[in-house]
């Protein structure tokens, strides 16, 4: 079992930044790939970035390339997404989520691929 907290959310005006914080426990953290999603209301959820294990690899869906970087602290077993130029339609729960893998390199984007979640954090950008 891994436990997953997420938190640095809030509300801020469009351009602004946060940076959103995912602290795990339980297992081993460099075991795990990790990602970020999230769910506006009356949508699904959707991917938002990723990293591998190594952090070699990071991913990012199109619509937050060059303002989301996602990256990992495997000395505080935490997972951060830095959100810059923030838009209101980036309002939405994040949740990040740990992938349990023997690959260095990988990390999924799909919410199937992932084998724990924590409760989510509310971002809430105004215009």
């Known amino acids: 079992q891994v436990q997953l907290v997420e938190s640095g959310g809030g509300v801020v005006q469009a351009g602004g930044s946060l940076r959103l914080s995912c602290a795990a426990s339980?297992?081993?953290?460099?075991?795990?790939?990790m990602g970020w999603f999230r769910q506006a209301p009356g949508k699904e959820r959707e991917f938002v970035a990723a990293?591998?294990?190594?952090?070699?690899?990071?991913y990012y869906t199109d619509s937050v390339k060059g303002r989301f970087t996602i990256s990992r602290d495997s000395a505080k077993n935490t997972v951060y997404l830095q959100m810059n130029s923030l838009k209101p339609e980036d309002t939405a729960v994040y949740y990040c989520?740990?992938?349990?893998?023997?690959?260095?390199?990988?990390?999924?984007?799909?919410?199937?691929?992932?084998?724990?979640w924590g409760q989510g954090t509310q971002v809430t950008v105004s215009s």
């Open positions: 989520a740990a992938y349990l893998t023997s690959s260095p390199l990988r990390a999924p984007t799909g919410a199937d691929g992932y084998d724990y």
């Open positions: 339980g297992r081993t953290f460099s075991n795990y790939a």
């Open positions: 990293i591998s294990r190594s952090a070699i690899n990071t």
